[in-house]
């Protein structure tokens, strides 16, 4: 059923039936200053006047205000309506948009307005479309790579489940990096991420990496949601089996009381562990801290990961 004219639709229809989970006042080294800078507004207004969405604004990403300060934004394709219903996510959940057809050239015009040696490019999840999505994410690389040969692209994808040969189509258009989330351990995937199935995420990444073995591949999970030390560690060995490259770790935050609580706030100290124990564990680049998020300082470490697979190989040269 439609909303009535005035009426704003609930951004989490499904959630609306669950008790609340109070917001905890959060520690202060995880506190972050409101975006106010002219370069956040300017940026801010190009997403608009090309009717994108950023899952920086939709994810509500407490980066936000410092990555658009730096004209930093990560796209997010095909529309702004996720057809999963995540406990941990932001983005709104229920009927999708339309696939806009302008949406691959105005991300290559965002992309050139800005000048982003090293772009990210995410999307909601698709399960309503036959490939998930995965044409519109290769018309973006396309026309990304005519209007800026130059920039790097990092693809951050759904998990195209039941989608036979979107993972190849993908793959086939060539960027820079392929990303995709594992979030959380295992064990809480039925409670926090109920619509994915873990070994199937798993499997994506391996597979990317076997179609086009010069290809970067990522993954990133939270923490704080009630996962053991021993579960994190687990999930670093199956990236590892799987040779994903690079590793981010950051702290879950509570969007809103309807979505799974923080058990905890994981302590700086502790982050710096979990890099060391992942690095130990032979990825190439771990990005691990309290604000760390799958596209915050991308550009800076894709850099450093193409440098470290280069002296990788240069050691093991004959």
Aim: proline share 8%; glycine share 6%.
């Amino acid at each position: 059923m439609s909303t009535p004219p005035g009426v704003t639709a609930p951004r989490h229809p499904e959630k609306l039936g669950k008790p609340d989970n109070p917001i905890g006042r959060k520690p202060a080294w995880i506190r972050v200053k409101a975006p106010v800078s002219a370069e956040y507004h300017a940026t801010r207004k190009l997403m608009r006047d090309l009717s994108l969405h950023t899952v920086c604004e939709e994810a509500a990403c407490p980066n936000i205000g410092e990555c658009w300060a730096k004209g930093h934004a990560t796209v997010m394709i095909l529309g702004a309506v996720c057809t999963r219903a995540c406990a941990f996510c932001n983005v709104a959940t229920g009927r999708p948009d339309q696939l806009d057809p302008h949406e691959p050239e105005n991300v290559a015009r965002a992309v050139g307005t800005l000048g982003l040696s090293h772009v990210v490019v995410t999307s909601v999840d698709r399960d309503d479309l036959p490939d998930g999505g995965a044409e519109q994410f290769v018309q973006v690389i396309r026309r990304i790579r005519a209007a800026a040969p130059d920039t790097t692209i990092e693809v951050l994808t759904p998990d195209f489940l039941r989608k036979d040969g979107a993972i190849e189509a993908v793959v086939r258009a060539k960027p820079d990096v392929y990303n995709h989330n594992l979030e959380t351990v295992p064990r809480l995937y039925a409670a926090i991420r109920p619509g994915a199935r873990y070994f199937h995420s798993l499997r994506l990444l391996d597979q990317a990496k076997r179609l086009d073995p010069s290809l970067f591949t990522k993954s990133g999970i939270m923490v704080g949601l009630g996962e053991t030390r021993e579960e994190v560690l687990q999930v670093m060995d199956d990236l590892r089996t799987a040779d994903v490259d690079f590793l981010t770790i950051g702290q879950y935050l509570q969007p809103t009381p309807k979505h799974a609580a923080v058990a905890r706030f994981v302590t700086p100290e502790e982050f710096d562990s979990y890099r060391a124990q992942a690095l130990a564990k032979g990825f190439l680049q771990v990005s691990a801290s309290p604000l760390t998020r799958s596209s915050y300082h991308a550009g800076d470490d894709f850099r450093a990961l193409r440098a470290a697979r280069a002296a990788k190989l240069a050691a093991t040269a004959p």
